[in-house]
């Protein structure tokens, strides 16, 4: 008979040692290192039973039974472990937890180990009569006993509390689990209160294989431990989106309700169709697509889907059907068409605001050339504050301004405008500039913010047979640049106060005498200022390649220098650009370039 349950503790070590290998190979679960050494200790149990079971010698058999405690020792602290990882305790197993649950099986290992302690816990006396020796338990074993069970009953209380508040959809395997937990520590009471035939022979490592099989199923095949298929049913059950499985044939074999809702069909009607037949042919592919579907109101519309599509394959990664995940985006491609033409009509804005900052063409004066360029920052959208006008004053004289407003937008070319029609209304042959523009500044300041101020060049040109005089003011702009036949290149001006800022600005005249040939450009900051990371274009690159280009006409020059700020900082500028030339018919070539300071009459 002993041999026949030797066989049966054997048959269940190795069960529970398969079980442990299986689920170290399967370390995916976050609680399988401790279920693996759970197995392992009853494998072992088992396994040292079984020849303790089936040797005749006393010795061996002494021997073999203290091995076994290697197994139960284990038992009780794995089970505790195991227990707090699955109710989600993780944070109580520590290194200090675990250093406490080995005093136990340290201490319990030394006293088999030592003969004089040995006897202290168990023992086999000499049998009489020839009867198969029994084990008799010493002084110490009832504390042994005692301990072992609080961890045992501990946990398992643990164990079913936790899943006696499992959802509905568990409550069967909720059952099964704590039967199966609850069985070796029932059995192994029997043996150790010697009741019944119980007593005769250990049967807690076979009843633990039930456990072990019980709990390697919920863990890996039911997903029991961290409840992924409740959390995914949840998910899948409240997800807006349609999802649709099919079959590698294209059969629907599930949906959510949302897929439900999308064709306006009940569940039973769609399991077994096609997906083509009932969404479209294009439902099943990949990317964005419109698709005439029902909408709220029940009436066919073409809505916009972003489709995601899944292969799924079985263990032998052969095709077992797709997932087919519908999300609309209807609403957001709406509201990006709308965006589009609210931008596309915000540009056309720009556009006007913009025009109205820039004279279409300039005027045609006799002896002088004038060319223009104006380029926003940015993309365009956004209108800048940049402005300039040519207009006749009489008596042979023309007025030009060149301004700059701070900031960008509505406000910025209200004060654009508001700063070139005052000037032209204000402007006169006999007045000089600076006069005309102390008046554009009290006129500003009584109907715009003081904190958007402007800074121009305005002046006068008088044509003559000879050249051109030109007298101007600078009201806190950049100074223009003047290129003479002879190669000299000078700053002209003197640096006034720009306007918007204070009741009594600081403005002079400057006179410049340009000669035939000679060149006048003026422009604002978002020339000399562009940038190529910390490098600026600067005023020496405008006068050189003015230089090298003197000859060309005043429409190429200024083109050329867009042109150049274009190559230099990129296609976007991060400023407005205005620029204005002003150049004599007359010209002669120029010597190469050289660089002089020039002194301008200032009055």
Excluded at 193 to 208: E, H, I, R
Aim: glycine share 8%; charged share 20%; hydrophobic share 45%.
């Amino acid at each position: 008979m002993l041999t026949s349950f030797a066989t049966i503790m054997a048959t269940a070590g190795l069960c529970l040692a398969c079980l442990a290998a299986y689920v170290a190979y399967r370390r995916d679960a976050r609680m399988g290192w401790s279920l693996a050494v759970l197995l392992l200790a009853g494998a072992w149990w088992g396994v040292a039973y079984a020849v303790e079971l089936g040797v005749a010698d006393i010795g061996l058999k002494s021997r073999w039974g203290d091995l076994k405690y290697l197994g139960i020792i284990a038992l009780a602290p794995a089970w505790l472990t195991f227990v707090l990882q699955y109710v989600g305790r993780e944070r109580w197993v520590t290194w200090r937890l675990l250093g406490v649950l080995a005093v136990v099986p340290v201490v319990t290992t030394l006293l088999l180990a030592v003969p004089a302690t040995h006897d202290l816990l168990r023992s086999y006396p000499p049998s009489a009569g020839g009867e198969p020796p029994e084990v008799e338990a010493g002084p110490l074993f009832d504390a042994f006993f005692a301990y072992n069970y609080l961890l045992l009953v501990s946990a398992t209380a643990l164990f079913v509390a936790r899943i006696g508040r499992l959802a509905r959809s568990y409550r069967r395997m909720a059952v099964v689990l704590v039967a199966a937990a609850v069985v070796p520590l029932a059995v192994n009471a029997l043996y150790n209160l010697n009741v019944g035939w119980f007593a005769s022979v250990d049967l807690t490592p076979f009843a633990f294989t039930l456990t072990g099989a019980v709990l390697v199923w919920g863990l890996f095949h039911e997903r029991l431990v961290d409840l992924t298929p409740l959390a995914r049913g949840a998910v899948l059950e409240k997800m807006s989106d349609a999802v649709y499985v099919t079959d590698p044939f294209g059969r629907i074999v599930d949906l959510n309700p949302a897929a439900e809702h999308l064709v306006g069909t009940s569940r039973t009607a769609l399991l077994g169709r096609h997906l083509d037949d009932v969404v479209a042919p294009d439902a099943s592919e990949a990317g964005t697509t419109e698709l005439t579907l029902p909408g709220a109101d029940g009436v066919p519309r073409r809505r916009t889907f972003d489709i995601a599509r899944e292969q799924l394959a079985d263990v032998t990664g052969r095709p077992a059907g797709v997932v087919v995940v519908l999300h609309e985006i209807t609403q957001r491609v709406q509201d990006r068409q709308r965006l589009e033409r609210v931008l596309e009509d915000q540009s056309r804005v720009a556009s006007a605001l913009q025009a109205s900052m820039v004279p279409p063409r300039l005027p045609d004066i006799a002896g002088i050339e004038l060319a223009k360029e104006y380029l926003p920052a940015g993309d365009g959208r956004e209108v800048g504050g940049d402005f300039l006008d040519v207009f006749d004053l009489g008596e042979q004289t023309w007025a030009f301004v060149l301004g700059d407003v701070s900031g960008k937008g509505a406000e910025a070319a209200t004060v654009s405008a508001a700063t070139r029609y005052t000037l032209r209304a204000l402007a006169a042959a006999q007045s000089l500039p600076s006069d005309t523009v102390r008046k554009v500044n009290t006129s500003l300041l009584s109907q715009t913010d003081i904190e958007r101020h402007c800074t121009l060049v305005y002046g006068q040109l008088r044509p003559d047979p000879e050249g051109t005089t030109v007298v101007f003011t600078l009201a806190g702009h950049h100074p223009p640049i003047v290129l003479r036949t002879t190669g000299e290149v000078e700053e002209v001006g003197t640096l006034g106060t720009a306007l918007a800022l204070f009741d009594e600005p600081d403005l002079h005249d400057t006179t410049v005498r340009l000669a035939p040939g000679d060149l006048l450009c003026i422009f604002t900051d978002g020339l000399v200022e562009a940038r190529r990371g910390r490098e600026m274009f600067g005023g020496e690159r405008v006068a050189a390649l003015l230089n090298r280009s003197v000859d060309r006409p005043a429409a190429e020059l200024s083109a050329l220098l867009v042109d150049a700020v274009h190559d230099f900082h990129g296609d976007q500028l991060a400023d407005d650009l205005a620029v204005l030339v002003v150049k004599n018919s007359e010209r002669q070539q120029p010597p190469p370039l050289a660089m002089a300071s020039a002194r301008c009459a200032s009055s």
